[in-house]
């Protein structure tokens, strides 16, 4: 078995995807139709994800937030999250700690949002047996009193799918220091938190482990500049959810160049890295594609490949049990090789 045909096959844990970039285009234009949301530049289903144009961030995120607007009643929302499960449970994801961005919904109230997204989840595990739990991403684009208020929202309606809070959008406008009242208040609630740095210093890194208490790093990169940064992390075991095909081409892991060498100095450094595929379709990537892509410029083979799921498995937020059924499964349905 090659290493491509084990990444196909093998079992995945998803801890880096974003429900909002992982809509399918066709559902996109159907639901903007249906809604009177205008598409930018009246492109179809075949053009809507210009991943060439990705590469700015500003762009992807203009066409993230169309892709929020036209997503606006309860049944969009099931159908959204219905739809990437069930194709991630196809490319053998068998568990999924999923960001919504609840701000990329313009007007509609969080409460509504979860209702539509929990009926999605429910009903994938149901049909295709893929678990899958809530991270709330806070806009750090906006203000610092918004982060609150939306930790509050994410508190006062909590249920037990969700599990923990995130900080996304553009990091030059929103540096992790802002959020520390409202990343204390959600670890006082009990919430687990994460946070995006694709683009900042790793002293932001660091801020967002000893001011904002997160127990993940979502890309993070540029931790490897950092010898001091890349040794406390190593040690302490801090999780990084890497994203291969969107950070090339949005630059993020100093590469671009398709040698994902960023990557594989984070590997090399012993940290502990997870692959995801951030948002597929606007990327056009999917869960086994990054795996794909990864092994063959890094050279990594099946043990490799298993070791991130592995990783995973053990940064996830599932409780004790939860996890050690998954790592069950995860045993149980890695190929031989």
Not at 39 to 44: A, H, I, K
Not at 82 to 110: C, D, I, K, N, Q
Not at 222 to 231: K, M, N, P, S
């Amino acid at each position: 078995m090659t290493p491509g045909e084990f990444a196909a096959a093998m079992p995945k844990v998803s801890l880096h995807c974003h429900l909002t970039g992982a809509v399918a285009a066709a559902t996109v234009v159907e639901l903007a139709a249906r809604h009177g949301v205008p598409v930018p530049g009246d492109r179809t289903a075949e053009t809507l994800y210009d991943v060439d144009a990705h590469a700015d961030l500003a762009e992807f995120l203009r066409v993230y937030d169309t892709v929020g607007a036209v997503v606006r009643e309860p049944a969009d929302f099931e159908r959204v999250t219905y739809e990437t499960l069930v194709l991630a449970a196809g490319h053998g994801v068998l568990h999924r700690e999923m960001f919504v961005s609840p701000g990329s919904h313009a007007g509609v109230p969080w409460p509504v949002q979860l209702a539509g997204i929990t009926a999605g989840l429910e009903a994938a595990e149901r049909d295709a047996g893929i678990t899958c739990r809530l991270i709330v991403a806070i806009d750090r684009e906006g203000s610092p009193a918004a982060g609150v208020e939306l930790v509050e929202q994410v508190i006062e309606h909590r249920t037990d799918h969700v599990v923990g809070i995130g900080l996304d959008y553009a990091e030059v406008s929103g540096p992790p220091e802002k959020f520390v009242e409202a990343f204390a208040r959600a670890r006082r609630a009990g919430l687990r938190r994460t946070g995006h740095s694709e683009s900042g210093p790793p002293s932001n890194i660091t801020t967002m482990l000893d001011a904002l208490g997160c127990e993940r790093i979502d890309h993070g990169y540029h931790v490897v500049t950092d010898a001091g940064v890349t040794a406390r992390c190593r040690d302490d075991g801090i999780p990084f959810t890497c994203t291969p095909i969107s950070s090339d081409v949005g630059r993020y892991s100093g590469s671009g160049d398709g040698t994902h060498a960023v990557i594989g100095a984070m590997v090399d450094a012993g940290l502990a890295v997870t692959i995801d595929s951030d948002d597929p379709p606007m990327f056009g990537t999917d869960p086994t594609n990054d795996f794909q892509v990864l092994a063959a410029a890094r050279g990594y083979g099946p043990d490799q490949l298993i070791r991130f799921t592995h990783t995973a498995v053990e940064a996830s937020w599932l409780d004790d049990t939860e996890k050690a059924a998954l790592r069950a499964r995860v045993t149980a349905l890695t190929p031989e090789f």
